[in-house]
């Protein structure tokens, strides 16, 4: 698991964060890319903090909602 500072230190430009499995380009569950692979991000210590700064660096305007598990668990490594 990843504490949220750090997450945000990780999250430098749009190819090292991205939203996936969500109905459009701004909605999905969290994924970080690290070493050429991507990882899930938990939920247990992302907040609305961390929400700001992803959908900042993915393009999209404030987040509208931050629920946990509505885009399933992802596969692989989770941060």
């Known amino acids: ?18 939203l996936v499995d969500g ?3 701004c909605s999905g569950r969290v994924e970080v890319k690290s ?3 991507w ?3 938990c939920e247990a210590d992302f907040d ?7 959908c900042r660096d ?7 909602a931050l629920q946990g598990g509505l885009y399933g668990e992802g596969e692989g ?3």
């Open 48 to 54: 609305r903090q961390d929400a700001e700064v992803v």
């Open 35 to 37: 070493n050429q692979s």
């Open 58 to 64: 993915v393009g999209c305007g404030a987040p509208a």
């Open 23 to 25: 109905a459009g380009l």
């Open 1 to 18: 698991m990843i504490p949220a500072v750090v997450l945000m230190t990780l999250l430098w430009s749009r190819e090292s964060v991205r």
């Open 77 to 79: 490594q989770t941060w």
């Open 39 to 41: 990882a899930s991000v």
